[in-house]
């Protein structure tokens, strides 16, 4: 296969295998507010594609010291096809703060709860004790 040559036109012409084409359609007849066209729908999901694999410019720089072993395992992860490092690490903060998001609501819950159980057997035993 050549390599890819300067992209020069903002005209693409994507040719898709039958089995493709019947998911797109699926996808589209499934969601017929999101999208208004073909062009759209494959434009989006290129443009999801290389926010995954390919660092941004724009994006604020954050030093972190990876130690060995890990760095090794994140490159075999980019490698198997999991996206880049970034995004990958990316991911694993943004779903251990929303664990922790979600433990801390739990926790206020929980919390809550028993200061309302408190509260309220202090109003029924509220002349327990005084004699």
Do not use: C
């Amino acid at each position: 296969m050549a390599p890819l040559g300067p992209l020069t036109t903002n005209r693409l012409t994507v040719r898709l295998d039958p089995e493709r084409a019947a998911r797109i359609e699926y996808w589209a007849s499934e969601n017929p507010l999101r999208i208004k066209s073909y062009n759209q729908l494959v434009q989006e999901a290129l443009d999801e594609y290389i926010d995954r694999n390919t660092p941004s410019p724009n994006e604020k720089i954050l030093n972190v010291k990876i130690p060995e072993n890990t760095s090794t395992r994140l490159q075999a992860l980019q490698d198997h096809g999991f996206g880049s490092t970034d995004h990958i690490v990316t991911e694993a903060i943004s779903s251990y703060a929303i664990t922790k998001l979600k433990e801390q609501k739990d926790f206020e819950f929980l919390d809550s709860e028993a200061k309302m159980m408190t509260n309220r057997r202090k109003m029924v035993f509220s002349d327990y004790g005084r004699e």
